[in-house]
């Protein structure tokens, strides 16, 4: 997948969730957002509250940060077909 393969599925109907309405684009934001924000935050808090509280923040924001990364990347991966599975 990492070589810039695309799965395809032969499917009845289109499922195109990963590319609709600027989803993948939308998530991009988020990420820019996040990693704006991050430095900011953490120097905020440690400054005016507490470093304890400034550490346990940031670590909270870079965790939401690999997760929205995490789902970029699966966005992009997802088929834009969707398989009926018949039993």
Known sequence: MRNGATLEF????DFGYARNGGNSSNQVGFIIA??????????????TWSPT?????????????????????????RPDRWIRMEY
């Open 10 to 13: 032969d499917g009845e109907r």
């Open 53 to 77: 509280a400034a550490i346990v923040a940031s670590a909270l924001s870079a965790w939401a940060l690999l997760y929205m990364v995490a789902d970029y990347r699966a966005t992009l991966y």
């Open 34 to 47: 996040i990693l704006f924000e991050l430095p900011l935050m953490h120097m905020l808090l440690h400054f």
